[in-house]
């Protein structure tokens, strides 16, 4: 039985309170902080460090608001003075906030010591070379062999009577395949999968790719030109 015993209980929502406030002011103040660190790092998140005679002090951030300041002293441990999860002890809080100053004052001189680095950085830059000469020669090139490419396309329709296929050859052991659809060269690759793509949909090849296997396309197309003379050998056998 209780009845008739009184005990005296402290209240700890004053002190809840005080810590809530200052946890509130440290986070607008650290807040502006992640702001400036924010914009000088160039990204929407990070963290940075800072150290000062009692410790180090991180300060966390994202879209450039703050995610978390915590303090780790030397002697051991640490507090988050902000953090998303819980509020830090009043005392830890206390003992932390006497050296945020000295945080304050790191962060300071971070950003003092990048004062004037940019100053002899010139922004006079070399002209920038044009493209367009090899462009128009490559362009010109892939064009003649796409129209080559086209009108092998349309024998191989002509002769299989389906609406794609694809006919392949050995070119100096090179594997060259053809794939057609309807009259049309969908991709001239060479070397099989992962292989190089002298006409595709997607790209054109490169100027060193291009340089290598053009002069090879030639006897691609005499190697079909001999595929369609055995064709003809073959039918002019046949007597009805």
Do not use: C
Not at 41 to 66: M, P, V
Not at 85 to 104: G, I, S, W
Not at 188 to 199: A, D, F, H, N, P
């Amino acid at each position: 039985m209780t009845e008739g015993i009184r005990f005296d209980i402290s209240e700890t929502a004053s002190v809840a309170e005080h810590r809530d406030e200052v946890v509130a002011a440290v986070t607008e103040h650290a807040g502006q902080i992640a702001r400036e660190l924010a914009l000088l790092q160039g990204g929407d998140y990070g963290q940075s460090t800072f150290r000062t005679d009692a410790g180090e002090w991180t300060l966390k951030y994202e879209a450039g608001d703050i995610q978390y300041l915590r303090f780790e002293g030397k002697p051991g441990g640490e507090t988050y003075v902000v953090s998303s999860k819980q509020p830090p002890e009043p005392d830890d809080l206390a003992t932390t906030m006497r050296d945020y100053d000295a945080f304050v004052e790191a962060y300071n001189r971070h950003v003092k010591s990048k004062e004037g680095v940019l100053d002899d950085v010139s922004v006079e830059f070399p002209a920038v070379a044009s493209t367009d000469t090899v462009v128009a020669e490559r362009d010109r090139v892939v064009g003649r062999i796409r129209e080559v490419a086209d009108a092998i396309s349309v024998e191989l329709h002509r002769y299989e009577g389906v609406d794609y296929g694809t006919y392949s050859t050995r070119v100096d052991g090179k594997r060259w395949e053809l794939k057609w659809e309807e009259g049309r060269a969908s991709y001239l690759r060479i070397g099989g999968q992962g292989g190089t793509y002298l006409v595709s949909q997607y790209e054109p090849p490169s100027a060193p790719d291009l340089r290598e296997l053009a002069p090879e396309f030639g006897r691609f197309v005499e190697a079909f030109n001999e595929h369609v003379d055995d064709l003809e050998a073959d039918l002019s056998k046949i007597s009805l």
